[in-house]
């Protein structure tokens, strides 16, 4: 497999220091990829990491979305309860405008926005997500396929622009951040969401941390080295909140992750993710308990496992 060998996004330091090897819990690879930490700003991130094209076999279709099962289909039902508040977050900020959505994968949120009187504009890697938000959307709708650099948006043209866990997949994230500054209005906003490396979850299980999701999670961010990410490259922030109902049962698989992997003898590949489901819940009922405490304590400790950052582009 080619790796590469990079330096620290934030800072542009050298000097790291490993924190832990890990495998793809997802079992796609054999390989094992460092976690380091950088000596100078204490960014997060994965390196040396699978160059773009070696990365490509990490992502399965199965990674976007698998079979409707019946816990697949109440997540989506969790999704939308999501999406919704996210929403009407929004509208007490700006009533409409016009958006683009990094990222919008299936196209519920971007669907969610429209119905608001937004003019929505989506943009994804993925030839899979494409398919389904353009099948959600219609097929005249602003949905592209590629990355932020390819599309050379114009200055000044978005009031609002999204990143709903894709900050951590990002090769650049403070050149895309970059980018989104010159694409955005004055006084524009930026709404991100990303996996929490100061969460107690990360800390209980480390290398076992569901949301750790190595090596496809590049970085992993905590609110004050974000915060100082978004300030350098010309974003004031707003507002940090703790999101811990997403990915609910991210404790309970983290904790079967620890004790030896238990999750892969009743699913194998990114279906474990859904395929166990059932056998948790009915089998581990205090797990479930526990997870649901974590969920509702937690944020209030500053600590949970999913931060969303609100930032305006400074004048």
């Known amino acids: 497999m080619k790796l590469e060998k990079i330096s620290c996004d934030f ?6 220091k490993i924190l832990f090897s890990s495998k793809d819990l997802d079992r796609l690879s054999n390989e094992s990829f460092n976690l380091v930490k950088c000596q100078n700003c204490g960014l997060l991130y994965v390196n040396p990491r699978p160059t773009p094209t070696e990365m490509k076999k990490f992502y399965p279709a199965e990674y976007y979305g698998g079979s409707d099962n019946l816990i697949r289909k109440w997540m989506k039902q969790v ?39 937004w003019q929505i504009y989506g943009l994804d890697i993925s030839e899979g997500a494409y398919r389904q ?8 709708a602003k949905i592209s ?10 200055d000044n043209c978005f009031d609002l622009v999204t990143l709903w866990h894709v900050i951590e997949h990002l090769y650049n994230p403070s050149e895309i951040i970059r980018e989104i500054k010159r694409i955005l209005k004055p006084g524009g906003l930026l709404l ?6 100061n969460s107690f979850q990360y800390r209980i299980f480390s290398k076992k941390w569901l949301l750790l999701d190595i090596p496809r999670h ?11 990410i978004l300030k350098r490259n010309g974003f004031e922030t707003c507002q940090i909140r703790d999101y ?21 003898r009743t699913g194998k590949g990114p279906k474990r993710r859904f395929g166990t489901w059932s056998v948790l819940l009915f089998f581990n009922p205090f797990l479930s308990l526990l997870s649901a405490f974590l969920l509702s304590v937690l944020p209030f400790l500053g600590r949970g496992k999913t931060i969303e950052v609100y930032a305006i582009k400074k004048p």
């Open 145 to 154: 396929l590629g990355t932020l650099e390819s599309q050379r948006f114009p």
């Open 133 to 140: 938000t353009k099948e959600l959307l219609g097929q005249k």
């Open 11 to 16: 800072c542009g330091f050298s000097n790291s």
């Open 218 to 228: 590049l970085y992993h961010f905590e609110p004050g080295i974000l915060t100082k």
């Open 192 to 197: 991100l969401a990303c996996p929490n490396s």
């Open 79 to 117: 999704n939308y309860r999501i999406e919704d508040k996210r929403v009407a977050r929004i509208m007490k900020l700006k009533k409409k405008g016009k958006i683009l959505d990094l990222g919008c994968g299936n196209g519920e949120f971007l669907f969610a926005l429209k119905k608001q009187g």
């Open 244 to 264: 811990t109902i997403e990915h609910p049962f991210v404790f309970i698989h983290s904790l079967l992750n620890l004790y030896n992997d238990l999750l892969y």
